[in-house]
């Protein structure tokens, strides 16, 4: 399925896309927990580092979209990616478009959702779903943006929800902020099949 995803799917899609002068957008969620640690950290010579830390777990959820040109749009989420959260993100990448997405997800049952289904069929001159092949994450190169933004939150020791949020929210922006980053995760051996 992979190969077939990869050799004969995706190329027609990308076909599609250009002939419609559409853009093609992969997209994921992800969620981040306050204990969550990517960083490393130093002491001096015979010291064991110590990180404070409260004890206390909180998280939050993100969504992003990404294309090949670096483009990147995100929204986060105080609470579960549900089929509406999912529905108002799509709301939100459609938004100011001139060009209709072809937004490559996934198969969670979010995407599949009635009241998502619902928007996309009302909306279908404007976006369409496009469902990755099952069991094959590695394929999406939005999987790269949750590694780059948990790795750099992960090295800061956040006490509170709020600094857990400002901490997520800057590592998005700072992203947002960097299309040649966010483009070269379409260059990963297993992603580079999107990346023309």
Known sequence: MVENWRDKEFPKLSRRAKSEKALI????ESGIRSDHHAGRTWAPKGQTPVIEATG???SMNMISAITNRGQFRLMTVDGTV???VFRDFLKRLI????RKIYLVVDGHPT??????RTFVEANK???????LPPYSPELNPDELVWAHV???VGKKAVQTKEELINAVNAALRSLQRLPDIVASFFHT???SYAAL
């Open 150 to 152: 948990k790795q750099r």
């Open 95 to 98: 938004q100011g478009m001139e």
């Open 125 to 131: 001159d404007r976006i369409e779903l496009v469902t």
């Open 82 to 84: 549900t089929a509406t």
């Open 56 to 58: 206390a777990r909180f």
């Open 111 to 116: 995407h599949k959702a009635k009241l998502v």
């Open 189 to 191: 051996p297993t992603c």
């Open 25 to 28: 957008f992969f997209a994921d």
